[in-house]
């Protein structure tokens, strides 16, 4: 009871969790100065002058981050802050400021801006996410020769000083700040975070440092929290509200080392079940495991490696790579764990998972081992096909949405991704996640041929309906679409 | 959502949320009015009850003239209830009760209510005072969600030992009405019992498609056009009678829009739910309407008729078909016309004919095997479905003290709607705090599938496991769930006495 309100900001920090950091091998140009050592090996506050000395360094590492959302229904301009982790330009933001649900095609016009008097906006490219810690990168398109901030993992001791320098918003002329607050406590979850005191920290996707000036963490958890630069309905959400929870460079400093780069999907291994869940105490107790984290395997897909591995729904995982499962602040937050330990594993890699069944008899240990597949596209990358005479957007269908309703992967249609509200698809009832079969008769094989009949029949016949059958859910469905007159 | 607001009319608007349901126990019955049981004049005793005054030949129905509308409210008073409920709710896992006041009319000399299901459907308490303000206990006999209709009985051994007399009223027929014809509405607005009400049919033939509507979440008014008519109501006017001008029941009060706008079950479907309630009745048993069903959904015809090359007038389009259904099985497709059952040729052009035609398929034997002709491109294709009884969204309810949880049934179409894998175990839908369930960490939505490692195959299987596996204190369960499509193991400790 008394963890409710952690265990929310576990599940909160999990759903955007990713910091990345300046990583070693990008070579910032710049080795940071080490602030002046304080006498004692931890400090629990810093001097004025230490910070100032701090702000004046980091300043010029501090930018923003400007694309336009390129939506059927309209344009958007997104500006978040953004941290210089590359000397020749680029730039580590966190994953909020480019949400998955924004199909990658969409985002258009990148830019980065110098903070300053001139603001000097130079030409960026979108070099992709990196969902194994949730952040994301920027590159700019000519070289730079900026000061790179180097992400360094130095865990905190409770008590001890960090500071954090960020960006106040659009509306302030980005003018950097820096906040100081205390650790008090370390929390373990999917995402480690450290949990902080007094002020709070700069605004999500800030670096954070200690009282040595090392970039040891990045704000990058949600909380309700202000995520863009450019909001005009709470300039300062960021201020009266800051963040209180950081995540340790640890957690990302793979994505530095090895970034996502521009035209190359990250190829991220996947196991191939779906709704891991944590064991809790109830049941280990009842399996006889005495306290060990488990996690219960809610469903095997069919046709990928745990299948093949013979992965069964129910099974209950207790050891991954011969270990005993780590540990969460909550017994859900072990799957969890082990999910984000597999997601940063290698396509092509071997992990094996030892297994009992939940059964009220001892039931033997079985091992079983399996090599990692890529994780099939998400719907964000999926090719889309925007009808705005009739206002609707249908994309090619992915994985997930064959999974979800349980079709066979031959299965053929394409995807309602979006219905324009007051259209004539919204009278005709079109719904999102529709899945159209057939256009006015004729099969569809793929969203090309969707297209080409959709278009043709338009043009040929313009006032009238197109006849849609789709399925919704599991039902099936005639949708008739009245054009405009 | 955003089509919801779009499509929806102007005047399925006003109805949401606002169908008349029993008032809540606020208001005091007002200080009767000592003329309402006053001795019935001679003429208007024989009607209630007895043979109808027959209109002439050349008026179609008596006008509501003063001294019409006094006699048939005279006529009909006697036979109007106010009917007080407590009914059944289950809210966090254990069953509760909400009062509530509703109206009903007494159709026979046993003393056998009809109102609606929305009214004392769920009821495990109910109260009816009479016209002559005498109240006596009252017991469920059965319901019939689809109609929104339920029979109650009065208790009349109490009826007999305190000598209290009441009558009966007639139920005419609706198919006779016409927009315009006087209507009189008899209930208890609000509580306010014995309240008369005059307007005029408004519309015979009223469907709300392609809105459906529901009582909390049961499927209601698939299988009869509402009457529309603009005699006010009010909630608490539910289940009670609408009657015409020679003092026939020829509807059912059951839902209001607010003002002018409102709708009545029809006489000839209430005769026939009534009818099939009291034969299927019995001492242990709830009266129960049941009926036939293919799993198709239909829609108009209605300018498709071109796109479809086909005869206007002819057919019904098959615009979805359920999973797992009979006409699945019969190989029934989206997008065929049916265009006759048995033989019997079927025609919906207009939505306002779909009502009939469902009505139609309910009414063919549960079970039996149907010839559905349906045109498909050029070709005519005969196909044999085998119809299954009929079963709405939501399942039987019941609740398990000693786990603290209330589990309901998994119907086909929940199972549908939540792309569950089949229809095996029963889904939670309740769970009591502190108890064992809310403890092992079981939330609503659960579909729970194993008791043991034994397969819960319905709520039957789930009674006779959760009887075996609970025995004496300290027991430990072992359940098997699905959440979101996800097996999960949880563990009850059972800790109280049963």
Redesign the interface.
Known sequence: MLRSPLKTLCVLSLAVAGCRSGGSHTGPTTQPPLVQMPLMTSVSFVSPAVAQALYDRVKPSLVAVQYTFNGELGRSEIIGPGVVVGADGLVMLSMSIVPSQIPNGQMIDFKIIVPGDTETEIEATFEGRDERSNVAFVRTKEKQDWPAIEFIEAPQQIGEAVLSVGLLPKSAGYHPYITQSTVSANLRGPVPQTLVSADGLAMLGSPVFNAKGQAIGFVNELQDQAVVLNDPRSPLGAITNPPRLYVPSRDFLQSLQDPPKAGESMKLPWLGV????G??K??T??LHLKNEPAV????VIPGFAAEKAGLK??D?IVKFNGETLERGDEPEEAALILLRKVRRLKVGSTVSFTLIK???VASPLTEVTMTLEERPMQANMATRFYAEDLGFTAREMVFEDRY???LKPEFKGVIIAL?K??SSA??G???TNDIVT?IN?TPITDLAQFKKLYEEFRKSSQKE?V?L?IL???????I?IEPPQ | MRSTILRRSILPLFLAGCFTVPTLLHAEEPAPVPTTHAAPTTKSSAVIGGPSSKATAADPFPGATPQNVVAVTAKIFPAVVRIDVAAETYAEGKRDLRRGIGSGVIIDEEGHILTNYHVAGRAAEIYVTLANKERVRATAIGDDHWTDLAIIQLDMEAVKRKKISFKFAELGESKDLVPGQPVMAVGTPFGLARTMTLGEVSNNERTFYPDRMEINGYETGDFANWIQMDTPINPGNSGGPLVDMNGKVVGINTRGGGQNLNFAVPADTAREVADKILKSAGPDKKGRVDRSDLGIDFKPMQDLESFYDIDVNKGVLVNGVEHGSPAEKAGVKTQDILVEINGKIINVRFPEELAPMKKMISDLPIGGEVTLTVRRGKETVPLVAKTEKLQGAIGEEKEFKSWGLSVREVTRKYANERQLDDRSGVVVTGLRPGYPSAKAELIQGDVILAINQKPVADLDAFLKLYNESTKGKDAQVLLEVVRNRGHQSKVLKISYER
């Open positions: 779906s709704q891991i869940s064991v809790n109830e049941v107790d009842f219960q395997v809610g469903a729904a129910g209950i939940p059964n009220a979800d309703r349980r219905v509200p007051s919204a009278s009832h079109l719904q057939q008769r309906a006849v059958e919704r859910g599991v039902n099936t469905q005639v008739r």
